[in-house]
Antibody
């Protein structure tokens, strides 16, 4: 069974940093592209970042470019999101999500974690 | 950035009725469009990709259609578990989501 479990969320002050993790199991993690998608409280979905299966292809939404860094560790079956210079508008539930197909990035997502809440507030 | 506009914002229907949800793109995304269903407190669930292909395990009452800039998700006969928020997502140029359509019980 495919499982994605996020962790690392919490309360952080504006300008602070946080590192999110996503532990993957039930599939060959190294074969799939992965993503972070966020959802502000009561709002819609916003794609944040993509990383290819090998880690060599990375994309970011303009809203987080230069502040967030996505990475992965296939030995640990884990996906990460390093978030720096956090702003109030980054407050959201952050989901990790898997691309549907192995190897080729599909850019739509067939498995999602339950999410971790990040609150940026003083 | 490609903007996706979903309409209506809210659809009030009864179980057994047909639901028609619209998603319009600000420029062509070819058939690079997906639909998701989200229930309160849960992550989204992939329903449709490639504008019209059903994801694994999705009942055939869910049908996606369209190409270019105009897309439709049709639920032929609403079941009680179908009342939720639906999002479209384009992946033709970067990735963006629509604002969602809430399907509520009338």
């Amino acid at each position: 069974e495919v499982q994605l479990v996020e962790s690392g969320g919490g309360l952080v002050q504006p300008g602070g940093s946080l590192r999110l993790s996503c532990a993957a199991s039930g599939f060959t993690f190294s074969s799939y592209s992965m993503n972070w998608v966020r959802q502000a409280p009561g709002k819609g979905l916003e794609w944040v970042s993509y990383i290819g299966s090998s880690g060599n292809t990375i994309y970011y939404a303009d809203s987080v470019k230069g502040r967030f860094t996505i990475s992965r560790d296939s030995a640990k079956n884990s996906l990460y999101l390093q978030m720096n210079s956090l702003r109030a508008e980054d407050t959201a539930v952050y989901y990790c999500a898997r691309d549907q197909r192995e190897w080729l990035g599909t850019y739509y997502f067939d498995y999602w974690g339950q999410g971790t809440l990040v609150t940026v507030s003083s | 950035e490609i903007v996706l506009t979903q309409s209506p914002g809210t659809l009030s229907l009864s179980p057994g009725e047909r639901a028609t949800l619209s998603c319009r793109a600000s420029q062509s995304v070819s058939s690079y469009l997906a639909w998701y269903q989200q229930k309160p407190g849960q992550p989204p669930r992939l329903l449709i990709y490639g504008a019209s292909s059903r994801a694994t395990g999705i009942p055939d009452r869910f049908t996606g259609s369209g190409s270019g800039t105009d897309f439709t998700l049709t639920i032929s006969r609403l079941e009680p578990e179908d009342f939720a928020v639906y999002y479209c997502q384009q992946y033709g140029s970067s990735l963006t989501f629509g604002g969602g359509t809430k399907v509520e019980i009338k």
